[in-house]
């Protein structure tokens, strides 16, 4: 260890997927070695003055300098005392109901009426048993390793600590935007918390719109930068986590590399324009089912 610190000077030119744009020259920011790419520089970047909504930063004029480092810069927010509140963010499971167009829908029927069931017990007690039969994928459910990865753990040996009581961070994603990539992600602290995206597709859910190839989706670099970030689970409130269209050719980046780093993943969550940025605990937990690497969730999130 030689104790050396360095900083980049640089220009930047940032634009907003909003609108709008900012432009910065001769500014200077610590960077963890002797050199860094335009592209990590820019996440840094975004990170360090924590702005959102950003499409495109264009980094010129880069040079690096020994100097000693300055340190970050952060507003902290201070929690408001308030009442204790559940938010609901699973969809609605109902006989027959279509969450991935052409895939089986969900059968809800009787196993034991309410009538058949008299014959069992004392005069005025009786019993309904339902039964449903599904695929794995039906509603908000999740994804474990093992529905990518044959070697991976599936619902039973993936822990608790991934899918209960998880502190929370929420993505607003900019309306018409597809791709979640690394500058949409690079101003939010996710090491440890499960990382909700939100993109409103849900509004769609039940329609045909909803498996549109214009979908919202997770890209394979910005699921390589939530592993290496340190998350803990990531959602999205869209059909898929993966880009869907025909140009994908099948291909699932965001899939492979989460699940590889065993980070579980919910699809098809709804609800989360109720939540806030930060300051709730997540939950989606599924049964302890062996064998199986997916399953509905009753997701939800706890705001305090």
Not at 181 to 197: F, I, M, N, Q, T
Request: net charge negative; glycine share 10%.
């Amino acid at each position: 260890m030689t104790g050396q610190q360095y900083r980049a000077q640089f220009a930047a030119e940032i634009t907003f997927a909003n609108g709008g744009g900012l432009r910065t020259e001769g500014f200077r920011l610590d960077i963890p070695g002797s050199d860094i790419a335009d592209d990590e520089l820019a996440a840094l970047l975004v990170r360090h003055l924590g702005l959102l909504m950003v499409a495109e930063v264009r980094i010129t004029d880069k040079t690096i300098i020994e100097e000693p480092h300055k340190g970050g810069r952060g507003v902290a927010t201070a929690a408001v005392p308030g009442p204790r509140r559940l938010v609901e963010l699973s969809h609605l499971v109902t006989d027959g109901m279509t969450t991935l167009p052409g895939w089986p829908g969900p059968r809800i029927t009787d196993w034991l009426t309410r009538e058949a069931s008299r014959v069992n017990y004392a005069p005025g007690v009786e019993f309904h048993v339902a039964r449903i039969d599904m695929i794995a994928n039906t509603g908000t459910y999740l994804d474990t390793p093992a529905h990518r990865w044959a070697d991976g753990p599936d619902l039973a040996g993936t822990p608790l600590d991934r899918l209960a009581d998880l502190p929370g961070v929420l993505v607003r994603v900019p309306a018409g935007t597809r791709a979640v990539d690394p500058l949409l992600l690079a101003p939010y602290e996710v090491a440890g918390r499960a990382v909700l995206l939100h993109t409103g597709w849900d509004a769609h859910f039940g329609t045909d719109r909803y498996a549109a190839p214009d979908a919202p989706y997770l890209s394979g670099d910005g699921a390589r930068w939530l592993v290496e970030a340190g998350a803990a689970l990531v959602g999205i409130d869209s059909i898929n986590i993966d880009d869907m269209s025909p140009a994908a050719r099948g291909e699932r980046p965001a899939h492979s590399a989460l699940l590889a780093a065993g980070v579980p993943i919910v699809e098809h969550l709804t609800g989360l324009d109720a939540l806030p940025p930060t300051g709730f605990r997540f939950t989606a937990a599924p049964p302890r089912v062996a064998g199986m690497g997916t399953f509905p969730v009753r997701a939800f999130a706890t705001i305090d």
